[in-house]
């Protein structure tokens, strides 16, 4: 059930475009922000806790990765994770260097969701919203419709790829800590850029406010 939950939050997000026909990003800006405080407190609350369970230093490298490792996938994606594509590719091609670092973000979101945990739902809150906005940047970019379906479809089963294996694969079971730390970080880049650019000259207006502690004291009673 986890993973077809993770996977159909993609496709909801593109089926949100095609009803919603939202000619520009901004006026998401207040889900995004949900999305962004909702990720961030359930970070805090539920991630934080587990792996810092024991006093380590080592786990503080682990996190600061994470944020190395989300900069550096934003390079290629250019921001996707947080709502920006500026991608430009006038031939309408596969978008690869787009598609790979969205993949690696996506695998390792997967990485530290537990039965212990709610992060299944703050990935999936997460997911729909970046979702539409990619959808909507296929659309308006004119890319052909099997393309951008199967950007998606690829996109969509990254996620619960990466839950798979940490179920699986006692490698990984056995490194859950410092791969949740890893996790960490990445969410914690992510989602604090969600809520610095989901305003304008990174300033809140009441909507947005009410949006974020909202967010947060649903993570915080979940």
């Given at each position: 059930m986890n993973y077809l939950i993770l996977f159909l939050a993609v496709f909801i997000g593109y089926?949100?475009?095609l009803i919603l026909k939202v000619k520009k990003v901004k006026k998401l800006s207040i889900y995004l922000a949900f999305s962004g405080a909702f990720l961030l407190a359930l970070t805090i609350f539920e991630l934080?806790?587990?792996?810092y369970e024991t006093p380590n230093k080592l786990i503080g490298v682990y996190i600061i990765s994470g944020i190395l490792l989300q900069i550096?996938?934003?390079f290629f994606s250019k921001g996707a994770e947080?709502?920006?594509v500026h991608h430009h590719n006038e031939s309408k091609t596969f978008p690869w260097l787009l598609f790979i670092s969205l993949s690696i973000h996506a695998l390792l979101e997967g990485l530290p969701i537990t039965k212990d945990n709610n992060l299944l739902i703050g990935i999936m809150i997460h997911k729909i919203p970046i979702a539409l906005i990619l959808s909507i940047f296929f659309i308006n970019a004119n890319y052909k419709k099997t393309t951008t379906l199967s950007f998606l479809l690829l996109f969509a089963i990254m996620t619960p790829i990466g839950n798979w294996l940490a179920n699986n694969f006692e490698s990984i079971i056995n490194f859950h800590k410092e791969i949740t730390?890893?996790?960490i970080g990445v969410f914690l880049h992510v989602s604090t850029t969600i809520l610095l650019e989901s305003s304008k000259n990174h300033q809140f207006n009441i909507s947005k406010i009410s949006a974020v502690v909202i967010a947060f004291l649903l993570a915080y009673l979940m």
């Open positions: 089926f949100l475009a934080l806790p587990d792996v550096i996938l934003e947080h709502g920006h730390a890893i996790a």
